[in-house]
């Protein structure tokens, strides 16, 4: 008893814990959310394209591999355009054209078109996921796949929607709500959908429409769109600087062309401090966002080729797959810090705080063939593979060749990996890849706008972060009362068991003295019943013998009676095998006359197939007969309508040279011919 209470307590003792680390543990999630797992990215361009990140009001050239997500801005000049892909989306930015990031995660994109004319593309459903457009009059929530056209006029404060494809709902700011389907438009006025214009949308020839048709082809048309996902961010870049092919081990993989003989992936580019991820890599090949953000990369032969994964699951954005060596004395004092791609097959770690979810969808989405799996890191030995620079030079801008360091292989084969660089963000904006000081920079009133909508978004910001900070506080204080009351009743747990327990030693000590008290009573009546015994014994041996006589008459009787009851089972058992062998040869008789039953059946259905055959075949000679008598008469017919023929043609030849016998007769004749003369003057003496 007592180890059964002992254990109870312990399993309740560990399940307090458990809850406990469980409250911590979401608390903790709460704290630290994991970061999105998609990205936006600049896939095309032409003219001049600034930029302003988030947490930043300076501009900025643009770098087409630097990450876009939540708060960054950018800024189209005169005669510029710009072409975005968040996922499988596409927006594409007509000049003098300013939109923002307000929002965009797994689960949301939210972009502010604050001036100017773009174009939306949403290829895939949504399923669940919200994409918004806002402006300053209204928010554009798409509901389906489609193309859709949006122009933003502060001046005039109007914003115009065409819908050439899909369906969206259009949000006033007092709640008022409309719906818009394919081929229709709609100019709003104002912040509560007061509607200026409308009507059905007119097919467009303009410079931007005719600009966003090839690039609607040019995206169609994609090779690499058959072997990765369109959620790939910077995909379709893979077409013009590479090739596929099928190898045994990886499946379809990706070789970049035009690279140098010692090219290593993540060697040409820098590193870049992007909130909330922190270290990413920014490649300096078009075609580098990609690779550097998704799958792996193997070493087939001498040369390099991607591997992107699954085409099927959705990708998750990692800001860079590598693995960090860190540490090494490089001479003269300082240190260097070393990254070298992970292989097929390679968990991938953040260098960040992240749920295990987060890293598990991750590595599902990127490392598919189990088959695969390493405990070690392949390329850190792989000659060319590492790429070492000193300390100083990490973060501060593009890498140049000369900058890389080389190491012989055995201290290399000594470093220690680590899911991060072994440097701290250094918190300047000079070198966070953003380009130089943009040279356009947006209309000064554009501006101010702009410095407001940042101020707002800041505030926000600050707020929502308050409020998540008094919501941590709040679950902080309600974890802290629950683990003073758990604590509580722990101590009551404790008392209630000491208190158990010394109940319990009281009971034995109880049940000790009585113990005891019976054991001397007992002996007392072992010794009258001694005494009683040796005057029972006599008797009982007297009743004994009279037992055994009784007993010998009683199995003498039972045996009567199990050879009588024996006999009976024989019987009963011998007339249950006739009974089953009756039945079983009953049931023979039936499927027997079953058989036969169904047998004389078959051979009824052959007789009437046979005699159904037979009609048919009578039916058919008759047919036959009939038709062929039908040829016959139509025969006798056409013989005596030819015969008909010839019978009146020879009367028609009698009768012909009849009429030229007479006519001979009478041209030999005097008297006839004197009479047809008579005959002809007479005639011509009565015409007038």
């Known amino acids: 008893m007592k180890h059964r209470t002992t254990s109870t307590s312990g399993r309740r003792a560990a399940g307090w814990l458990l809850g406990l680390a469980l409250l911590f543990t979401g608390l903790a999630a709460f704290a630290q959310p994991d970061p999105p797992g998609r990205v936006a990215r600049l896939n095309f361009h032409q003219g001049t394209i600034s930029f302003s990140p988030a947490g930043d ?9 630097r990450p876009i997500t939540t708060g960054d801005r950018l800024w189209t000049d005169r005669n510029a355009r710009a072409e975005l892909h968040v996922g499988s989306a596409t927006l594409r930015l007509d000049d003098q054209t300013s939109i923002a990031v307000s929002e965009l995660d797994d689960d949301t994109a939210r972009i502010t078109a604050q001036q100017g004319r773009l174009q939306v593309r949403v290829r895939d459903e949504l399923a669940g996921q919200r994409f918004e457009i806002d402006t300053g009059n209204l928010a554009v929530v798409i509901d389906a796949p489609g193309d859709y056209r949006i122009e933003a006029d502060p001046a005039a404060g109007t914003t115009r929607v065409a819908i050439a494809a899909g369906s969206a709902t259009l949000y006033g700011e007092g709640g008022e709500s409309m719906r818009l389907g394919a081929r229709q438009q709609l100019t709003v006025s104002g912040r509560n959908l007061a509607t200026v214009s409308g009507g059905p949308v007119r097919a467009g020839n303009d410079a931007f429409e005719r600009w966003v048709a090839e690039r609607d ?28 092919q099928n190898v045994p081990e990886y499946g379809n993989v990706w070789y970049p062309r035009n690279v ?7 060697r040409d580019g820098q590193w870049v401090n992007v909130a909330p991820w922190g270290w990413t890599w920014v490649d300096a090949q078009p075609w580098g966002f990609a690779p550097s953000h998704y799958g792996r990369w193997a070493r087939i032969g001498s040369r390099w080729c991607w591997v992107p994964g699954r085409p099927n699951v959705r990708p998750i954005y990692a800001p860079a797959l590598v693995g960090f060596v860190g540490g090494a004395n490089i001479g003269g004092g300082r240190n260097g810090v070393g990254w070298f791609p992970l292989a097929p097959g390679e968990p991938w770690r953040p260098g960040y705080r992240a749920s295990q979810r987060y890293i598990d969808e991750v590595n599902r989405a990127i490392a598919y063939q189990q088959q695969l799996a390493r405990a070690e890191y392949l390329h850190r030995n792989t000659p060319g593979a590492l790429s070492l620079v000193p300390v100083d ?15 012989p292989e055995d201290r290399i084969a000594q470093m220690q990996v680590a899911p991060a660089a072994p440097i701290p963000p250094r918190g300047d904006r000079h070198f966070g890849g953003f380009g130089r000081p943009a040279a356009s920079l947006p209309p000064p009133a554009f501006q101010a706008r702009q410095q ?28 802290q009362a629950q683990q003073q009351l758990q604590s509580q009743q722990a101590q009551r747990f404790q008392q209630a068991q000491q208190l158990q327990q010394a109940q319990q030693a009281q009971q034995l000590q109880q049940a000790q003295q009585l113990q005891q008290m019976q054991q001397r009573d ?7 019943e001694r005494a009683a015994q040796a005057q029972a014994q006599a008797q009982a041996q007297a009743q004994a013998q009279q037992q055994m006589q009784l007993q010998a008459i009683r199995q003498q009787q039972e045996m009567q009676q199990r050879a009588a009851t024996q006999a009976q089972a024989q019987q009963a058992q011998q007339l249950q095998q006739q009974q089953a062998l009756r039945a079983q040869q009953q049931m023979q008789a039936q499927q027997q006359a079953q058989q036969m039953q169904q047998l004389q059946q078959q051979q009824a259905l ?9 009609q048919q075949a009578q039916q058919m000679q008759q047919l036959q007969q009939q038709q062929a008598l039908r040829a016959q008469q139509q025969v006798q017919a056409q013989q005596q309508a030819q015969q008909h023929n010839a019978m009146r043609q020879a009367q028609e030849a009698q009768q012909r040279a009849l009429q030229q016998q007479q006519l001979q007769q009478r041209a030999g004749d005097p008297r006839v011919q004197q009479r047809w003369t008579s005959r002809d003057s007479a005639q011509q003496g009565d015409r007038p």
């Open 393 to 407: 030079i990490f973060g501060r801008g593009p890498i140049a060749r000369r900058d890389f360091l080389r190491m």
């Open 260 to 266: 140098d003989a010692d090219w290593a992936p993540y």
């Open 217 to 244: 082809r040019i995206e169609e048309q994609s090779i690499s769109a058959r072997y990765v996902s369109r959620e790939v961010v910077g995909y379709q870049q893979l077409d013009n600087y590479g090739d596929w």
């Open 57 to 65: 009001d300076s501009w900025y050239d643009v770098v087409p591999n």
């Open 522 to 528: 007992g002996l007392r009546q072992q010794q009258q």
């Open 606 to 614: 052959r007789a009437q197939q046979q005699m159904q055959a037979q």
């Open 452 to 479: 407001q909508q940042f101020q707002f978004e800041q505030a926000r910001q600050q707020q929502q972060a308050q409020q998540a900070q008094q919501q941590l506080q709040q679950r902080a204080a309600q974890a």
